[in-house]
Protein backbone atom coordinates (compact mmCIF):
# COMPACT_ATOMS: atom_id res chain seq x y z
CA UNK A 1 0.00 0.00 0.00
CA UNK A 2 1.60 2.82 -0.84
CA UNK A 3 2.36 5.73 2.20
CA UNK A 4 0.39 9.44 2.37
CA UNK A 5 2.63 11.98 1.41
CA UNK A 6 2.90 14.91 3.93
CA UNK A 7 0.73 17.13 2.19
CA UNK A 8 -1.81 14.40 2.45
CA UNK A 9 -1.25 13.56 6.01
CA UNK A 10 -1.66 17.04 6.90
CA UNK A 11 -5.01 17.64 5.26
CA UNK A 12 -6.41 14.21 6.54
CA UNK A 13 -5.05 15.44 9.99
CA UNK A 14 -6.85 19.27 9.59
CA UNK A 15 -10.34 17.15 8.19
CA UNK A 16 -10.73 15.05 11.38
CA UNK A 17 -9.68 17.96 13.53
CA UNK A 18 -12.87 20.05 11.82
CA UNK A 19 -14.88 17.02 12.23
CA UNK A 20 -14.17 16.60 15.96
CA UNK A 21 -13.64 19.82 16.82
CA UNK A 22 -16.90 21.09 18.01
CA UNK A 23 -18.03 17.57 19.63
CA UNK A 24 -14.90 18.02 21.74
CA UNK A 25 -15.56 21.75 22.30
CA UNK A 26 -19.57 20.91 23.41
CA UNK A 27 -18.35 18.89 25.83
CA UNK A 28 -15.81 20.64 27.42
CA UNK A 29 -17.98 23.30 27.70
CA UNK A 30 -20.62 21.18 29.45
CA UNK A 31 -18.23 20.84 32.29
CA UNK A 32 -18.51 25.04 32.84
CA UNK A 33 -19.70 26.22 36.65
CA UNK A 34 -20.82 29.68 34.59
CA UNK A 35 -23.66 30.75 33.99
CA UNK A 36 -23.23 30.85 30.33
CA UNK A 37 -21.16 29.25 27.28
CA UNK A 38 -17.60 29.51 28.37
CA UNK A 39 -14.50 26.55 28.64
CA UNK A 40 -14.37 25.75 32.41
CA UNK A 41 -11.56 27.86 33.37
CA UNK A 42 -12.07 27.72 37.00
CA UNK A 43 -11.99 23.35 37.23
CA UNK A 44 -14.61 21.20 36.01
CA UNK A 45 -17.94 21.36 37.42
CA UNK A 46 -21.13 18.82 36.93
CA UNK A 47 -23.10 21.98 37.49
CA UNK A 48 -25.08 21.57 34.15
CA UNK A 49 -25.27 18.13 34.03
CA UNK A 50 -27.03 17.83 37.53
CA UNK A 51 -29.37 20.63 36.35
CA UNK A 52 -30.48 18.66 33.65
CA UNK A 53 -32.71 16.24 36.31
CA UNK A 54 -34.25 19.77 37.16
CA UNK A 55 -36.19 19.57 33.55
CA UNK A 56 -38.21 16.51 33.16
CA UNK A 57 -39.57 17.42 30.03
CA UNK A 58 -35.91 16.66 28.38
CA UNK A 59 -35.80 12.87 29.97
CA UNK A 60 -39.21 12.66 28.64
CA UNK A 61 -38.63 14.10 25.45
CA UNK A 62 -34.92 11.84 25.35
CA UNK A 63 -37.51 8.89 26.40
CA UNK A 64 -40.11 9.64 23.27
CA UNK A 65 -37.40 10.43 21.05
CA UNK A 66 -35.84 6.99 21.72
CA UNK A 67 -39.28 4.99 21.63
CA UNK A 68 -39.51 6.67 17.92
CA UNK A 69 -36.22 6.08 16.80
CA UNK A 70 -36.89 2.60 17.32
CA UNK A 71 -40.02 1.86 16.48
CA UNK A 72 -39.83 4.25 13.19
CA UNK A 73 -36.80 2.10 12.45
CA UNK A 74 -37.67 -1.18 12.67
CA UNK A 75 -41.01 -0.71 11.05
CA UNK A 76 -39.18 1.04 8.16
CA UNK A 77 -36.71 -1.90 7.68
CA UNK A 78 -39.67 -4.10 7.37
CA UNK A 79 -41.11 -2.60 4.57
CA UNK A 80 -37.26 -1.83 3.37
CA UNK A 81 -36.38 -6.06 3.22
CA UNK A 82 -39.13 -7.10 1.27
CA UNK A 83 -38.76 -4.22 -1.17
CA UNK A 84 -35.51 -4.25 -1.47
CA UNK A 85 -35.15 -7.90 -2.27
CA UNK A 86 -38.19 -7.62 -4.65
CA UNK A 87 -36.17 -4.61 -6.73
CA UNK A 88 -33.13 -6.42 -6.00
CA UNK A 89 -34.02 -9.67 -8.34
CA UNK A 90 -37.39 -9.04 -10.01
CA UNK A 91 -37.84 -7.15 -13.40
CA UNK A 92 -41.83 -6.30 -13.07
CA UNK A 93 -44.11 -3.24 -14.18
CA UNK A 94 -43.57 0.04 -11.99
CA UNK A 95 -40.07 -1.50 -10.18
CA UNK A 96 -38.56 1.77 -11.38
CA UNK A 97 -41.47 4.03 -9.81
CA UNK A 98 -41.41 1.64 -6.42
CA UNK A 99 -37.98 2.63 -6.56
CA UNK A 100 -38.17 5.99 -6.90
CA UNK A 101 -41.64 6.42 -4.46
CA UNK A 102 -39.45 5.28 -1.81
CA UNK A 103 -36.53 7.15 -2.17
CA UNK A 104 -38.24 9.83 -3.02
CA UNK A 105 -38.61 11.24 0.86
CA UNK A 106 -34.74 11.75 0.54
CA UNK A 107 -35.49 14.56 -2.25
CA UNK A 108 -38.45 16.54 -0.73
CA UNK A 109 -37.04 18.97 1.72
CA UNK A 110 -37.88 18.47 5.15
CA UNK A 111 -39.87 22.04 5.54
CA UNK A 112 -42.09 20.60 2.73
CA UNK A 113 -42.74 17.57 4.77
CA UNK A 114 -43.57 19.15 8.01
CA UNK A 115 -46.05 21.02 6.55
CA UNK A 116 -47.53 18.49 4.57
CA UNK A 117 -48.25 15.88 7.31
CA UNK A 118 -49.16 18.78 9.65
CA UNK A 119 -52.12 19.35 7.35
CA UNK A 120 -52.57 15.48 5.99
CA UNK A 121 -52.68 14.62 9.95
CA UNK A 122 -55.10 17.52 10.79
CA UNK A 123 -57.24 16.09 8.19
CA UNK A 124 -57.25 12.54 9.24
CA UNK A 125 -57.73 13.35 13.12
CA UNK A 126 -54.15 12.08 14.08
CA UNK A 127 -52.63 15.25 14.13
CA UNK A 128 -50.17 15.85 17.36
CA UNK A 129 -50.29 12.32 18.53
CA UNK A 130 -47.43 9.79 18.79
CA UNK A 131 -48.79 7.61 15.96
CA UNK A 132 -48.71 10.65 13.52
CA UNK A 133 -45.29 11.26 14.67
CA UNK A 134 -44.19 7.85 13.99
CA UNK A 135 -45.78 7.23 10.46
CA UNK A 136 -43.90 10.01 9.85
CA UNK A 137 -40.73 9.45 10.40
CA UNK A 138 -41.16 6.00 8.75
CA UNK A 139 -41.40 7.76 6.16
CA UNK A 140 -38.38 9.78 6.16
CA UNK A 141 -35.90 7.09 7.50
CA UNK A 142 -37.38 4.35 4.80
CA UNK A 143 -34.72 6.01 2.28
CA UNK A 144 -31.87 4.99 4.37
CA UNK A 145 -33.67 1.75 5.61
CA UNK A 146 -33.96 0.29 1.75
CA UNK A 147 -30.62 1.96 0.56
CA UNK A 148 -28.46 -0.47 2.67
CA UNK A 149 -30.36 -3.85 2.20
CA UNK A 150 -30.82 -2.84 -1.26
CA UNK A 151 -27.05 -2.64 -1.51
CA UNK A 152 -27.08 -5.82 0.49
CA UNK A 153 -29.27 -7.77 -1.61
CA UNK A 154 -27.76 -6.96 -4.83
CA UNK A 155 -24.65 -8.83 -3.78
CA UNK A 156 -26.92 -12.39 -3.16
CA UNK A 157 -25.83 -15.13 -5.32
CA UNK A 158 -29.25 -16.49 -5.69
CA UNK A 159 -26.98 -19.58 -6.22
CA UNK A 160 -26.83 -19.69 -2.46
CA UNK A 161 -30.48 -20.06 -2.32
CA UNK A 162 -31.01 -22.31 -4.84
CA UNK A 163 -28.18 -24.79 -3.16
CA UNK A 164 -30.73 -24.56 -0.11
CA UNK A 165 -33.51 -25.11 -1.94
CA UNK A 166 -32.32 -28.42 -3.70
CA UNK A 167 -31.30 -29.65 -0.57
CA UNK A 168 -35.14 -29.81 0.64
CA UNK A 169 -35.54 -26.14 2.14
CA UNK A 170 -38.99 -24.57 1.59
CA UNK A 171 -39.46 -20.59 0.74
CA UNK A 172 -39.58 -19.68 4.42
CA UNK A 173 -36.58 -21.57 5.61
CA UNK A 174 -34.59 -20.44 3.27
CA UNK A 175 -35.22 -16.53 4.19
CA UNK A 176 -34.74 -17.33 7.51
CA UNK A 177 -31.69 -19.78 7.30
CA UNK A 178 -29.92 -18.09 4.13
CA UNK A 179 -31.40 -15.19 2.63
CA UNK A 180 -31.70 -12.95 6.04
CA UNK A 181 -28.09 -13.90 7.21
CA UNK A 182 -26.48 -13.05 3.85
CA UNK A 183 -28.25 -9.91 3.87
CA UNK A 184 -27.74 -9.36 7.76
CA UNK A 185 -25.04 -6.81 7.66
CA UNK A 186 -27.42 -4.47 5.26
CA UNK A 187 -30.34 -5.05 7.63
CA UNK A 188 -28.67 -4.05 10.86
CA UNK A 189 -26.66 -0.96 9.50
CA UNK A 190 -29.55 -0.30 7.45
CA UNK A 191 -31.61 -0.12 10.61
CA UNK A 192 -29.06 2.14 12.78
CA UNK A 193 -29.17 4.48 9.90
CA UNK A 194 -32.78 4.86 9.98
CA UNK A 195 -32.85 4.75 13.68
CA UNK A 196 -30.23 7.61 13.90
CA UNK A 197 -31.93 9.60 11.23
CA UNK A 198 -35.22 9.08 13.36
CA UNK A 199 -33.61 10.65 16.23
CA UNK A 200 -32.20 13.45 14.95
CA UNK A 201 -35.05 14.54 12.96
CA UNK A 202 -36.06 18.68 13.74
CA UNK A 203 -37.15 20.19 10.88
CA UNK A 204 -39.85 18.27 9.71
CA UNK A 205 -40.89 17.22 13.61
CA UNK A 206 -40.78 20.73 14.85
CA UNK A 207 -44.16 21.21 12.80
CA UNK A 208 -45.63 17.84 13.72
CA UNK A 209 -45.02 17.69 17.48
CA UNK A 210 -47.82 18.72 19.58
CA UNK A 211 -46.78 19.65 23.52
CA UNK A 212 -47.50 15.84 24.26
CA UNK A 213 -45.00 14.74 22.11
CA UNK A 214 -41.84 16.64 21.90
CA UNK A 215 -39.30 14.71 20.80
CA UNK A 216 -35.75 15.63 22.21
CA UNK A 217 -34.15 17.42 19.63
CA UNK A 218 -37.26 19.73 19.04
CA UNK A 219 -36.92 20.18 23.02
CA UNK A 220 -33.66 21.54 22.64
CA UNK A 221 -34.65 23.16 19.54
CA UNK A 222 -37.58 25.46 21.43
CA UNK A 223 -34.98 25.71 25.05
CA UNK A 224 -32.32 27.10 22.72
CA UNK A 225 -34.97 29.81 21.59
CA UNK A 226 -35.42 30.89 25.11
CA UNK A 227 -32.16 30.27 27.26
CA UNK A 228 -28.63 29.93 25.71
CA UNK A 229 -27.06 28.18 28.61
CA UNK A 230 -24.89 25.04 28.94
CA UNK A 231 -27.71 22.95 29.77
CA UNK A 232 -28.16 22.77 26.50
CA UNK A 233 -23.83 21.38 25.92
CA UNK A 234 -24.62 19.23 28.70
CA UNK A 235 -27.83 17.27 26.96
CA UNK A 236 -25.54 17.50 23.64
CA UNK A 237 -22.55 15.78 25.48
CA UNK A 238 -24.90 12.92 27.14
CA UNK A 239 -25.60 12.44 23.93
CA UNK A 240 -22.21 12.51 22.54
CA UNK A 241 -21.77 9.92 25.14
CA UNK A 242 -24.15 7.55 24.44
CA UNK A 243 -23.66 7.40 20.85
CA UNK A 244 -19.81 6.90 21.53
CA UNK A 245 -20.91 3.60 23.87
CA UNK A 246 -23.43 2.20 21.42
CA UNK A 247 -20.66 2.34 18.39
CA UNK A 248 -18.52 0.90 20.84
CA UNK A 249 -20.61 -1.67 21.36
CA UNK A 250 -21.95 -2.65 18.11
CA UNK A 251 -18.47 -2.49 16.49
CA UNK A 252 -17.51 -5.21 19.83
CA UNK A 253 -20.72 -7.21 18.29
CA UNK A 254 -20.39 -6.98 14.72
CA UNK A 255 -17.73 -4.71 13.50
CA UNK A 256 -17.98 -1.49 12.39
CA UNK A 257 -16.54 -1.61 9.00
CA UNK A 258 -18.48 -4.65 8.08
CA UNK A 259 -21.27 -2.86 9.17
CA UNK A 260 -21.16 -0.05 6.74
CA UNK A 261 -18.51 -1.29 4.57
CA UNK A 262 -19.21 -4.54 4.27
CA UNK A 263 -15.84 -6.06 3.75
CA UNK A 264 -15.72 -8.68 6.80
CA UNK A 265 -13.52 -9.08 9.28
CA UNK A 266 -12.31 -11.77 7.85
CA UNK B 1 -36.44 -48.43 -17.82
CA UNK B 2 -34.12 -45.12 -17.79
CA UNK B 3 -33.49 -43.71 -15.27
CA UNK B 4 -33.68 -39.99 -15.84
CA UNK B 5 -35.95 -39.56 -19.44
CA UNK B 6 -36.34 -36.10 -20.59
CA UNK B 7 -38.92 -36.25 -23.25
CA UNK B 8 -39.26 -33.39 -25.91
CA UNK B 9 -37.93 -30.96 -23.43
CA UNK B 10 -38.26 -27.19 -24.79
CA UNK B 11 -37.83 -23.86 -22.90
CA UNK B 12 -38.29 -20.33 -25.02
CA UNK B 13 -37.33 -17.40 -23.74
CA UNK B 14 -39.11 -14.88 -25.25
CA UNK B 15 -38.82 -14.97 -29.02
CA UNK B 16 -35.12 -17.21 -28.02
CA UNK B 17 -35.72 -21.15 -28.18
CA UNK B 18 -33.02 -22.47 -25.29
CA UNK B 19 -34.02 -26.07 -25.18
CA UNK B 20 -35.43 -27.34 -28.13
CA UNK B 21 -37.60 -30.82 -28.49
CA UNK B 22 -34.52 -32.39 -26.30
CA UNK B 23 -34.62 -36.32 -25.57
CA UNK B 24 -32.16 -37.85 -23.70
CA UNK B 25 -32.38 -41.07 -21.98
CA UNK B 26 -29.73 -41.39 -18.92
CA UNK B 27 -29.37 -44.74 -17.12
CA UNK B 28 -28.44 -45.76 -13.50
CA UNK B 29 -25.27 -44.87 -12.20
CA UNK B 30 -23.95 -43.61 -15.56
CA UNK B 31 -22.18 -39.84 -15.87
CA UNK B 32 -23.54 -38.26 -18.81
CA UNK B 33 -22.10 -34.53 -19.67
CA UNK B 34 -24.09 -31.71 -21.68
CA UNK B 35 -21.36 -30.26 -23.55
CA UNK B 36 -21.33 -27.33 -25.52
CA UNK B 37 -20.42 -23.49 -26.11
CA UNK B 38 -21.75 -20.87 -24.21
CA UNK B 39 -25.48 -20.35 -25.13
CA UNK B 40 -26.26 -23.38 -26.52
CA UNK B 41 -28.87 -24.63 -24.12
CA UNK B 42 -27.06 -26.96 -21.81
CA UNK B 43 -27.34 -24.61 -18.46
CA UNK B 44 -31.18 -24.38 -19.01
CA UNK B 45 -31.67 -28.03 -19.55
CA UNK B 46 -29.80 -28.62 -15.78
CA UNK B 47 -31.88 -25.27 -14.23
CA UNK B 48 -34.83 -27.51 -15.83
CA UNK B 49 -33.79 -30.78 -14.11
CA UNK B 50 -33.46 -28.73 -10.89
CA UNK B 51 -36.53 -26.86 -10.79
CA UNK B 52 -35.18 -23.58 -11.14
CA UNK B 53 -36.36 -23.03 -14.64
CA UNK B 54 -40.10 -23.60 -15.78
CA UNK B 55 -40.23 -25.67 -18.46
CA UNK B 56 -42.38 -24.94 -21.42
CA UNK B 57 -43.06 -28.15 -23.37
CA UNK B 58 -42.11 -31.54 -22.69
CA UNK B 59 -41.34 -33.97 -20.07
CA UNK B 60 -38.64 -34.97 -17.14
CA UNK B 61 -39.31 -38.62 -15.75
CA UNK B 62 -37.34 -40.11 -12.78
CA UNK B 63 -37.56 -43.72 -12.50
CA UNK B 64 -40.69 -43.04 -14.31
CA UNK B 65 -42.37 -40.44 -12.33
CA UNK B 66 -42.88 -36.66 -13.43
CA UNK B 67 -40.70 -34.63 -12.37
CA UNK B 68 -41.77 -31.32 -13.53
CA UNK B 69 -45.09 -31.18 -11.22
CA UNK B 70 -42.45 -31.48 -8.24
CA UNK B 71 -41.11 -28.48 -6.29
CA UNK B 72 -37.53 -28.24 -6.49
CA UNK B 73 -37.13 -28.78 -2.62
CA UNK B 74 -39.00 -31.61 -2.98
CA UNK B 75 -36.77 -33.24 -5.86
CA UNK B 76 -34.19 -34.64 -3.60
CA UNK B 77 -31.60 -33.75 -6.21
CA UNK B 78 -28.01 -32.72 -5.72
CA UNK B 79 -26.35 -29.82 -6.95
CA UNK B 80 -22.78 -28.45 -7.26
CA UNK B 81 -22.85 -24.62 -8.80
CA UNK B 82 -19.66 -23.37 -10.73
CA UNK B 83 -19.85 -20.88 -7.52
CA UNK B 84 -19.73 -23.30 -5.14
CA UNK B 85 -22.98 -21.50 -3.59
CA UNK B 86 -21.66 -22.33 0.18
CA UNK B 87 -23.79 -20.58 2.98
CA UNK B 88 -20.69 -18.29 4.13
CA UNK B 89 -22.07 -18.38 7.24
CA UNK B 90 -22.08 -21.74 8.17
CA UNK B 91 -18.82 -23.82 8.84
CA UNK B 92 -18.33 -26.89 6.73
CA UNK B 93 -19.75 -29.27 8.95
CA UNK B 94 -23.09 -26.78 8.80
CA UNK B 95 -22.86 -26.78 5.04
CA UNK B 96 -22.63 -30.70 4.60
CA UNK B 97 -25.54 -31.30 7.78
CA UNK B 98 -27.86 -28.58 6.20
CA UNK B 99 -29.68 -30.75 3.68
CA UNK B 100 -29.88 -33.80 6.32
CA UNK B 101 -31.39 -31.04 8.97
CA UNK B 102 -34.08 -30.52 6.04
CA UNK B 103 -34.92 -34.02 6.44
CA UNK B 104 -35.30 -33.87 10.03
CA UNK B 105 -32.37 -36.69 10.54
CA UNK B 106 -31.53 -36.88 14.32
CA UNK B 107 -28.46 -35.30 15.16
CA UNK B 108 -26.30 -37.89 16.26
CA UNK B 109 -27.06 -39.45 12.86
CA UNK B 110 -26.58 -36.10 11.33
CA UNK B 111 -22.94 -35.96 12.54
CA UNK B 112 -22.34 -39.16 11.38
CA UNK B 113 -23.09 -38.64 7.91
CA UNK B 114 -21.84 -35.39 7.66
CA UNK B 115 -18.29 -36.65 8.91
CA UNK B 116 -18.67 -39.67 6.55
CA UNK B 117 -19.45 -37.08 3.82
CA UNK B 118 -16.46 -35.27 4.90
CA UNK B 119 -14.49 -38.03 4.66
CA UNK B 120 -15.32 -39.04 1.27
CA UNK B 121 -14.26 -35.81 -0.55
CA UNK B 122 -11.05 -35.94 1.67
CA UNK B 123 -12.01 -32.59 4.53
CA UNK B 124 -11.71 -34.68 7.39
CA UNK B 125 -10.54 -32.14 10.66
CA UNK B 126 -12.19 -29.08 8.18
CA UNK B 127 -15.56 -29.44 9.94
CA UNK B 128 -15.25 -25.84 11.79
CA UNK B 129 -13.61 -24.29 8.93
CA UNK B 130 -15.58 -21.12 7.80
CA UNK B 131 -15.57 -21.26 3.81
CA UNK B 132 -14.28 -18.07 2.86
CA UNK B 133 -10.83 -19.09 5.15
CA UNK B 134 -10.79 -22.06 2.28
CA UNK B 135 -9.23 -22.60 -0.91
CA UNK B 136 -11.31 -23.18 -4.57
CA UNK B 137 -10.36 -26.68 -4.65
CA UNK B 138 -11.41 -27.44 -1.06
CA UNK B 139 -14.96 -25.28 -1.12
CA UNK B 140 -15.79 -27.18 -4.11
CA UNK B 141 -15.31 -30.37 -1.97
CA UNK B 142 -17.52 -29.17 0.35
CA UNK B 143 -19.95 -28.09 -2.16
CA UNK B 144 -19.22 -31.87 -3.38
CA UNK B 145 -19.75 -33.62 0.02
CA UNK B 146 -23.04 -31.19 0.58
CA UNK B 147 -24.82 -32.46 -2.39
CA UNK B 148 -23.73 -36.37 -1.81
CA UNK B 149 -24.31 -36.41 1.78
CA UNK B 150 -28.35 -36.31 1.18
CA UNK B 151 -27.69 -39.61 -1.28
CA UNK B 152 -29.56 -37.73 -4.09
CA UNK B 153 -31.45 -39.34 -7.07
CA UNK B 154 -29.34 -37.31 -9.27
CA UNK B 155 -26.19 -35.64 -8.73
CA UNK B 156 -25.88 -32.28 -11.13
CA UNK B 157 -23.16 -30.65 -11.54
CA UNK B 158 -22.78 -27.27 -13.35
CA UNK B 159 -19.24 -26.50 -14.60
CA UNK B 160 -17.68 -27.71 -11.09
CA UNK B 161 -14.16 -27.05 -12.00
CA UNK B 162 -13.96 -23.82 -14.20
CA UNK B 163 -13.40 -21.68 -11.46
CA UNK B 164 -9.92 -23.48 -10.54
CA UNK B 165 -6.31 -23.83 -12.25
CA UNK B 166 -5.63 -26.06 -14.54
CA UNK B 167 -3.22 -28.33 -12.12
CA UNK B 168 -6.29 -28.65 -9.78
CA UNK B 169 -8.92 -29.21 -12.23
CA UNK B 170 -7.11 -32.40 -13.66
CA UNK B 171 -6.58 -33.57 -10.49
CA UNK B 172 -10.40 -32.85 -9.07
CA UNK B 173 -11.23 -34.38 -12.44
CA UNK B 174 -9.67 -37.83 -11.51
CA UNK B 175 -10.98 -37.40 -8.00
CA UNK B 176 -14.69 -36.73 -9.19
CA UNK B 177 -14.78 -39.35 -11.27
CA UNK B 178 -13.46 -41.79 -8.51
CA UNK B 179 -15.89 -40.48 -6.30
CA UNK B 180 -18.84 -40.91 -9.05
CA UNK B 181 -17.86 -44.35 -9.19
CA UNK B 182 -17.71 -45.52 -5.78
CA UNK B 183 -21.08 -43.67 -4.16
CA UNK B 184 -22.59 -44.47 -8.14
CA UNK B 185 -25.01 -41.87 -8.60
CA UNK B 186 -26.09 -40.82 -11.69
CA UNK B 187 -24.61 -37.87 -12.68
CA UNK B 188 -25.47 -35.18 -15.31
CA UNK B 189 -22.10 -32.71 -15.82
CA UNK B 190 -22.70 -29.62 -17.81
CA UNK B 191 -19.59 -28.09 -19.14
CA UNK B 192 -17.90 -26.18 -22.11
CA UNK B 193 -14.62 -28.24 -21.61
CA UNK B 194 -14.22 -30.66 -24.09
CA UNK B 195 -10.91 -32.18 -22.23
CA UNK B 196 -13.27 -32.31 -18.85
CA UNK B 197 -15.97 -33.84 -20.47
CA UNK B 198 -14.19 -36.49 -22.64
CA UNK B 199 -11.82 -37.27 -19.14
CA UNK B 200 -15.23 -37.77 -17.13
CA UNK B 201 -18.53 -38.97 -18.56
CA UNK B 202 -19.18 -42.51 -20.06
CA UNK B 203 -21.59 -40.79 -22.37
CA UNK B 204 -21.35 -36.67 -23.68
CA UNK B 205 -24.39 -34.97 -25.06
CA UNK B 206 -22.86 -32.37 -27.81
CA UNK B 207 -25.24 -29.36 -28.25
CA UNK B 208 -25.86 -26.46 -30.06
CA UNK B 209 -28.74 -23.65 -30.39
CA UNK B 210 -30.63 -25.74 -27.85
CA UNK B 211 -30.51 -29.03 -30.16
CA UNK B 212 -28.69 -32.46 -29.35
CA UNK B 213 -25.82 -32.47 -32.17
CA UNK B 214 -24.23 -36.20 -31.35
CA UNK B 215 -24.61 -38.54 -28.16
CA UNK B 216 -22.06 -41.10 -27.70
CA UNK B 217 -19.40 -42.50 -25.99
CA UNK B 218 -16.17 -39.89 -25.43
CA UNK B 219 -14.21 -41.60 -28.23
CA UNK B 220 -17.38 -42.41 -30.62
CA UNK B 221 -17.76 -38.45 -30.67
CA UNK B 222 -14.05 -37.83 -30.98
CA UNK B 223 -13.88 -39.98 -33.83
CA UNK B 224 -17.06 -40.58 -35.71
CA UNK B 225 -18.21 -36.79 -35.32
CA UNK B 226 -22.15 -36.71 -36.46
CA UNK B 227 -21.77 -33.09 -37.78
CA UNK B 228 -18.79 -30.25 -38.48
CA UNK B 229 -20.53 -28.85 -35.33
CA UNK B 230 -18.97 -32.04 -33.58
CA UNK B 231 -15.77 -32.37 -35.00
CA UNK B 232 -14.63 -28.84 -34.66
CA UNK B 233 -15.88 -28.78 -31.36
CA UNK B 234 -14.32 -31.52 -30.05
CA UNK B 235 -10.39 -31.25 -30.74
CA UNK B 236 -8.92 -29.88 -33.60
CA UNK B 237 -10.53 -31.24 -36.93
CA UNK B 238 -9.96 -30.83 -40.74
CA UNK B 239 -12.70 -30.27 -42.49
CA UNK B 240 -11.70 -31.54 -46.11
CA UNK B 241 -13.86 -30.81 -49.54
CA UNK B 242 -14.17 -34.11 -51.59
CA UNK B 243 -16.04 -35.36 -54.56
CA UNK B 244 -17.72 -38.58 -54.30
CA UNK B 245 -18.28 -40.54 -57.44
CA UNK B 246 -22.08 -41.87 -56.31
CA UNK B 247 -20.23 -45.42 -56.08
CA UNK B 248 -18.92 -45.38 -52.67
CA UNK B 249 -15.57 -43.50 -53.77
CA UNK B 250 -14.44 -40.37 -52.86
CA UNK B 251 -11.73 -37.80 -54.36
CA UNK B 252 -9.41 -35.66 -52.40
CA UNK B 253 -6.68 -34.08 -54.88
CA UNK B 254 -5.16 -37.46 -55.99
CA UNK B 255 -6.14 -39.34 -53.18
CA UNK B 256 -9.12 -41.87 -53.61
CA UNK B 257 -10.63 -43.38 -50.87
CA UNK B 258 -13.86 -45.82 -50.25
CA UNK B 259 -16.08 -44.49 -48.65
CA UNK B 260 -19.45 -46.27 -48.26
CA UNK B 261 -22.29 -44.31 -48.08
CA UNK B 262 -20.77 -41.03 -49.74
CA UNK B 263 -22.92 -39.56 -51.76
CA UNK B 264 -22.43 -38.01 -55.49
CA UNK B 265 -20.80 -34.63 -55.78
CA UNK B 266 -19.60 -32.62 -53.35
CA UNK B 267 -18.82 -33.46 -49.96
CA UNK B 268 -17.06 -32.37 -46.57
CA UNK B 269 -14.79 -35.18 -44.81
CA UNK B 270 -13.69 -34.35 -41.28
CA UNK B 271 -10.27 -35.86 -40.51
CA UNK B 272 -8.45 -35.30 -37.16
CA UNK B 273 -4.50 -33.97 -37.24
CA UNK B 274 -3.38 -36.57 -35.65
CA UNK B 275 -4.51 -38.79 -38.76
CA UNK B 276 -2.92 -37.05 -41.57
CA UNK B 277 0.41 -38.49 -42.30
CA UNK B 278 2.85 -37.86 -45.34
CA UNK B 279 2.74 -39.98 -48.13
CA UNK B 280 5.73 -41.91 -49.36
CA UNK B 281 7.36 -40.89 -53.07
CA UNK B 282 4.99 -42.13 -55.55
CA UNK B 283 2.01 -43.05 -53.44
CA UNK B 284 -1.25 -40.87 -54.50
CA UNK B 285 -1.63 -38.08 -52.07
CA UNK B 286 -3.05 -34.50 -51.10
CA UNK B 287 -0.66 -31.69 -52.13
CA UNK B 288 -0.30 -29.24 -49.43
CA UNK B 289 1.85 -26.69 -48.94
CA UNK B 290 3.30 -25.88 -45.39
CA UNK B 291 2.54 -22.16 -43.91
CA UNK B 292 3.93 -22.33 -40.66
CA UNK B 293 5.07 -24.98 -37.89
CA UNK B 294 4.92 -24.64 -33.92
CA UNK B 295 6.92 -26.85 -31.42
CA UNK B 296 5.09 -28.76 -28.80
CA UNK B 297 7.66 -30.30 -26.90
CA UNK B 298 5.75 -33.88 -27.73
CA UNK B 299 5.16 -33.29 -31.32
CA UNK B 300 4.67 -30.58 -33.78
CA UNK B 301 1.41 -29.17 -35.52
CA UNK B 302 1.99 -27.76 -39.32
CA UNK B 303 -0.59 -25.69 -40.81
CA UNK B 304 -0.61 -26.02 -44.42
CA UNK B 305 -2.81 -25.20 -47.49
CA UNK B 306 -4.14 -27.55 -49.86
CA UNK B 307 -6.89 -28.02 -52.58
CA UNK B 308 -9.18 -29.21 -50.31
CA UNK B 309 -8.97 -26.41 -47.25
CA UNK B 310 -7.00 -24.95 -44.95
CA UNK B 311 -6.03 -28.15 -42.64
CA UNK B 312 -3.58 -29.00 -39.56
CA UNK B 313 -1.09 -31.41 -38.86
CA UNK B 314 0.69 -32.92 -36.82
CA UNK B 315 4.40 -34.67 -36.30
CA UNK B 316 5.51 -36.80 -33.50
CA UNK B 317 9.01 -35.50 -32.46
CA UNK B 318 10.75 -38.63 -32.75
CA UNK B 319 13.81 -37.98 -34.85
CA UNK B 320 12.63 -37.75 -38.49
CA UNK B 321 12.59 -34.89 -40.95
CA UNK B 322 9.78 -32.14 -40.18
CA UNK B 323 8.80 -30.56 -42.99
CA UNK B 324 9.72 -26.63 -42.90
CA UNK B 325 7.67 -23.67 -44.16
CA UNK B 326 7.10 -23.24 -47.95
CA UNK B 327 7.50 -27.20 -48.65
CA UNK B 328 5.04 -28.56 -50.81
CA UNK B 329 4.39 -32.22 -49.18
CA UNK B 330 1.95 -34.98 -50.13
CA UNK B 331 -0.90 -36.36 -47.34
CA UNK B 332 -2.49 -39.15 -46.78
CA UNK B 333 -4.68 -40.90 -44.64
CA UNK B 334 -6.99 -44.14 -44.39
CA UNK B 335 -10.42 -44.22 -45.20
CA UNK B 336 -11.43 -45.54 -41.44
CA UNK B 337 -10.23 -41.79 -39.96
CA UNK B 338 -12.47 -39.89 -42.10
CA UNK B 339 -15.91 -39.17 -40.73
CA UNK B 340 -18.06 -38.03 -43.70
CA UNK B 341 -20.08 -34.81 -42.77
CA UNK B 342 -23.56 -34.39 -43.59
CA UNK B 343 -24.50 -31.05 -45.11
CA UNK B 344 -23.52 -30.84 -49.20
CA UNK B 345 -20.62 -28.57 -50.47
CA UNK B 346 -17.55 -27.07 -48.75
CA UNK B 347 -17.85 -23.84 -47.01
Avoid at chain 1, 85 to 113: C, D, K, N, Q, W
Avoid at chain 2, 86 to 107: C, Q, Y
Avoid at chain 2, 320 to 334: D, H, M
Wanted: with cysteine; hydrophobic share 50%.
Amino acid sequence: MRRNSPPALIFHGLFVVFMLAPLLIVCVVAFTPEGYLSLPTRGPSLRWFKAIFDYPEFIRAFRDSLWLAALSSTIAIMLAVPAALAIARYRFPGREAMTTLFMSPLMVPHVVLGIAFLRFFTQIGISGTFVGLVLSHIIVVIPFALRLVLAASYGIDRRIEHAAISLGAGTSTVFRRVTLPLILPGVVSGWLLAAINSFDEVTMTVFIASPATVTLPVRMFLYIQDNIDPLIAAVSACLIAMTAALLFALDRLFGLDRLFVGSGKG
Amino acid sequence: MSHLVLDGLTKRFGGFTAVDAMNLSVERGEFVSLLGPSGCGKTTTLQMIAGFVDVDRGGIRLDGADLVSVAPNKRGLGIVFQSYALFPHMTVAENIAFGLEMRDVSKPDRDKRTLAAMELVGLKGFADRYPRRMSGGQQQRVALARALVIKPALLLLDEPLSNLDAKLREEMQGELRQIQRSVGTTTILVTHDQHEAMALSDRIVVMNQGRIEQIGAPDQVYDRPASAFVASFLGKTNVLAGTGDGQGSVAIGDLVLPLPGAGKGPLQLAVRPERLSIAAAGEPGLEARILGRVFQGTHWLLSAQSAAGALTLMRGNDGAAVPTEGETVRLRFNAADAALLPGGAAP
